[in-house]
């Protein structure tokens, strides 16, 4: 058994699913290939850049909490069809 067999079928146990040796192999091969492909990135001088998890910088656009006027809750309701109690009345959705 070799070694990227053993880890189909560990990864397999955990998944919690079962493969036909077909899948086995098919997917032994994937993980081969995606494994070379790390081995190679690993090759890449990274030396002085920075750790990142994000390319772009993110910067949350928010405007300032301000309490400003609103509507009352009069004029709020004013074109609504049914209203009780200052509340909107809509029709029941869940039965």
């Known amino acids: 058994m070799d070694d990227t067999k053993f880890n189909i079928e560990y990864i397999a146990h955990l998944a919690r699913i079962k493969l036909t040796e077909e899948e086995k192999t098919l997917y032994g091969v994937q993980l081969g290939t995606v494994l070379d492909y790390i081995e190679k990135l690993r090759e890449v001088n990274v030396d002085g850049v920075e750790p990142t998890s994000h390319p772009l910088p993110l910067i949350n656009v928010m405007r300032t909490d301000e309490t400003k006027v609103c509507l009352s809750s009069e004029d709020a309701l004013r074109n609504a069809p049914l ?13």
């Open 83 to 95: 209203k009780s109690n200052n509340l909107f009345i809509v029709p029941k959705i869940i039965e």
